[in-house]
């Protein structure tokens, strides 16, 4: 019997159309529900506020042959791909099985453990906690400008980049975070025949090999490269990364899939003005690529390859 692979939102059970919320890249998460079905598998979207506990989802959207179908049975589903983001699904205690398992999730989501486990590679980062204890750790960062984020941060949101002395007038938009205090990286050298200025290099990682690589620039005026922030995406191809960059990827990727059984993953740098490298964070949540991306389906069939990996 074929297992069931499912790709998980956290949106309402209504409707015939489960990805109307998505818009640029609606028909890529269409041909990733292709590939899932086109491998063997029965495909399914759907959704946290149906799942019961056990795998098993009160209710779901069929994908077959290019079309969705409602279904409000039961569904036990083999694996999950999570897009929900966060580590509040599944609960600590289910056994569902999913991609990531949840102790990479938590790595990725807390950049202080992060810190902890591949700090060599990262800018000297300070535990602050709450934000009133940033001026007892503030003089422990060496450079003029400073970073300060919450340790469990997504899109950009509540961080602070610039000069100390202006840190007095940062106002995060949601109180009650616990922040790290990291050195500032200055990127505005760029990479050598890939971009020119401040940026974010991104490394995907799938089945232990690189399967997508690009570059964000942040918008003019800001030091925030997420898209979210108003940063541009362009993709570029990994044989033009610094030989330094490949160097690290190789050793995490190497130590992560054996750890973590097999993640899938990307890791953010920056190249400093002495061409170093440096790691800004891990993500276990991707965005994929556009469907005019040259390596969109090199990705999508990675991915597609990585849940075989885990129910066959």
């Not at 759907?46 to 077959?64: D, E, H, M």
């Not at 899109?155 to 000069?163: A, E, Q």
Request: glycine share 8%; aromatic share 12%.
């Amino acid at each position: 019997m074929a297992k069931n692979v499912g790709i998980c939102f956290s949106g309402d059970f209504a409707g015939c159309e489960p990805l109307s919320n998505i818009h640029i890249k609606r028909l890529v998460y269409q041909r990733l529900l292709e590939l899932i079905q086109n491998n063997g598998f029965n495909s399914f979207v759907l959704t946290r506020k149906t799942y019961q506990g056990n795998s098993i989802f009160n209710g779901a959207w069929v994908f077959n042959k290019g079309k969705f179908k409602i279904t409000e049975e039961r569904v036990k589903i083999d694996l999950v791909y999570d897009r929900v983001g966060g580590i509040t699904f599944p609960p600590s205690c289910d056994q569902m099985l999913v991609v990531n398992r949840r102790d990479f999730k938590i790595l990725s989501w807390d950049k202080w453990q992060t810190y902890k486990e591949i700090g060599k590679y990262m800018p000297k980062t300070f535990w602050v906690g709450e934000l009133n204890n940033v001026s007892k750790v503030v003089n422990e960062v060496k450079t003029k400008n400073i970073v300060l984020k919450p340790f469990n941060s997504l899109k950009g949101n509540d961080i602070f980049i610039g000069k100390k002395e202006d840190l007095k007038f940062f106002k995060p938009e949601r109180q009650g975070r616990k922040y790290i205090l990291q050195e500032f990286v200055d990127t505005s050298c760029g990479i050598p025949n890939l971009t020119e200025g401040m940026h974010d290099l991104r490394v995907v990682i799938i089945n232990n090999k690189v399967v997508w690589s690009h570059i964000r620039v942040p918008a003019k005026g800001t030091f925030l490269a997420n898209a979210a922030q108003g940063g541009s995406l362009t993709e570029i191809d990994y044989e033009k990364v610094p030989k330094g960059v490949k160097k690290i990827v190789k050793d995490i990727s190497n130590r992560f899939y054996k750890k973590y059984d097999n993640p899938v993953f990307s890791i953010d740098f920056g190249i400093n003005e002495k061409g170093d490298p440096k790691i800004f964070e891990i993500n276990d949540q991707i965005g994929l690529p556009r469907w005019e991306m040259k390596n969109r389906d090199v990705f999508l069939k990675a991915l597609v390859e990585n849940f075989k990996s885990k129910i066959i």
